[in-house]
């Protein structure tokens, strides 16, 4: 078979979520267990890292598996979904999967899959666990796909467990409340094993401490220990001051990660860190800094408010629930800009009307659809929008809508591309 080959096979064959959505979550590990039981349970060869939380899990993932790496630790990175390739969801020390390996481990096991009938998503976590283990890593991070209780990749017993934001996505999946999606992240907090929780969100606080008295298992919300404070940004770096238990510990530490997002992510990771190097890891202050300071360079990382040009200034970012696009708009307001043309995209799995109701009226929309049967369709978008009061026109795919987008706005206005990952997905230049 050739890669394309093997990839149409992948598409067709198992339901895919990043395409068909709902359809294809499986609400049972039974099938992740047999296919690692076929495998050999490769997941249990090498140490892991597991990566829950509604926004702020895959910027997490990265940044630790960018530490890890300038440790000196062979390190692999499993993250959903992929922007442009199917490899990039699968990557040791930075270099995604070569298309052979996939080819391979579709030919090899192509008779277990038809057994099995395994989802796409739980193919491609038994393909990153076998991978990592024949690339002999020493750890791997491994992002959760959806939710984290019945996610596939909650069959590792990992060093430590880490849980990022919580707010409202997918709630026809995991539930209708902050405390029921809680519940299923906190699915991850295994017994013994210690957790982070990001940011302690006072009104989901007890579901955390409710589960790790459940299974024993020691749990740390970063924010009791850490606080950072911004020093100053650019659009393609930020400054930070890090205190640990209220004295100075990391002055002026540099991200590549530029969206104001991060300052929540930032002590979840460093707590994590913190208890990594309580089980025997060795990383230094240098290692921290290099690996935050070049997190996008070191494992890829694409997306997350990225600058795609300068005049006019166009960036991109996946932020696509109600928590991310607020956290958009608010880095929007701060560019001060004279004029925002918002290229924007939804899928039609979830209610957009509480996201088409928050964006500012005065921006210029373009309304597109990508190109995957999930999109919800542009005609419908340019209706809901129309009800919100947003003015803007209606674009059959995502290069036409950045094409006009282009084409009206001067060289100091600002061009904003997103409302989904698969609107980012289909980005020229990305």
Sequence with gaps: MTYQEVLDYLYQQLPMFQRIGNAAFKKSLDNIIALCDALGNPQNNYKTIHVAGTNGKGSSSHMLAAVLQESGYKTGLYTSPHLKSFTERVRVNGFEISEQYLIDFVENYKQLFEEVQPSFFEMTVALAFKYFADENVDVAVIEVGLGGRLDS???????????????????????????????????????????????????????????????????????????????????????????????????????????????????GVLQTIDLLTERGFKITEEAIRNGLANTKQLTGLKGR???????????????????????????????QPKQVHFVFGAVNDKDITTI???????????????????????????????????????????????????????????????????????????
């Design 153 to 267: 990749t909650n069959i590792i017993t990992p060093e430590a467990s880490l849980i990022t934001n919580i707010g409202f996505d997918h709630q026809n999946l995991l539930g209708d409340t902050l405390q029921e999606i809680a519940g299923e992240k906190a699915g991850i907090i295994k017994p013994g094993i210690p957790a982070t929780i990001s940011l302690k969100q006072p009104e989901i606080e007890s579901v955390f401490l409710e589960r790790s008295a459940a299974v024993v298992a020691p749990l740390y919300f970063a924010t009791d220990n850490y606080s950072v404070e911004l020093k100053s940004h650019t659009l393609e770096q930020q400054l930070f001051d890090v205190y640990r238990q209220g004295k100075l510990y990391l002055p002026e530490l540099q991200l590549d990660l530029t969206g104001i997002y991060q300052r929540y992510n930032l002590p």
């Design 356 to 430: 088409l109701a928050m964006l500012p009226k005065n921006y210029g929309y373009y309304f597109c659809q990508a190109t995957i049967p999930r999109a919800l369709p542009v005609s419908e978008l340019q209706q809901k929008a129309d009800l919100v009061g947003l003015k803007g026109k209606s674009y059959a795919t995502v290069a036409e809508a950045i094409m006009a987008a282009k084409e009206n706005a001067a060289s100091d206005e600002v061009i904003f591309i997103g409302g989904s990952t698969f609107v980012v997905a289909e980005i020229e230049e990305l």
């Design 305 to 335: 408010w990225q600058v795609l040009s300068y005049s006019p200034l166009t960036i991109c970012d996946t932020g696509h629930n109600v928590d991310g696009v607020n956290q958009i708009l608010a880095q929007l307001h701060n560019l």
